[in-house]
């Protein structure tokens, strides 16, 4: 049975900092594609950063710069560290997996369905 789960989420005054975790189980981690994605009420699901099997990165363009996705293979575990805050950033996230390598902006953007799914942590910035 696949498991993602995360940690890692909280409340936190914007302008600091957050990392969040995802250990997998019952999955070939290494021969997956990871991503987080966020979803706020009554908006759509977004995709806010992809690592594909080899380390390729893509990041949507409201946290370039202040968000690094990276997995540890040998933990079996994905990894968003968080910084410079902003309120909007606050929502559900959640992390997900993709058996295979994906062009990864299409990834990111959804146009490939993912695998599997966590259950989501929520993640609060205040002003």
């Known amino acids: 049975q696949v498991q993602l789960v995360e940690s890692g989420g909280g409340s936190v005054q914007a302008g600091g900092s957050l990392r969040l975790s995802c250990a997998a189980s019952?999955?070939?981690?290494?021969?997956?594609?990871m991503g987080w994605f966020r979803q706020v009420t009554g908006k759509e699901r977004e995709g806010v950063a992809v690592?594909?099997?080899?380390?390729?990165?893509n990041y949507a363009d409201s946290v370039k710069g202040r968000f690094a996705i990276s997995r540890d293979n040998a933990k079996r575990t994905l990894y968003l560290q968080m910084n410079s805050l902003k309120p909007e950033d606050s929502g559900e996230y959640y992390c997900?997996?993709?058996?295979?390598?994906?062009?990864?902006?299409?990834?990111?953007?959804?146009?490939?369905?993912?695998?599997?799914w966590g259950k989501g942590i929520l993640v609060t910035i205040s002003s």
């Open positions: 997900a997996a993709a058996f295979g390598a994906y062009p990864i902006q299409a990834l990111r953007l959804g146009i490939y369905g993912m695998d599997y």
């Open positions: 019952g999955l070939a981690y290494s021969t997956y594609s």
């Open positions: 690592i594909d099997t080899d380390g390729s990165t």
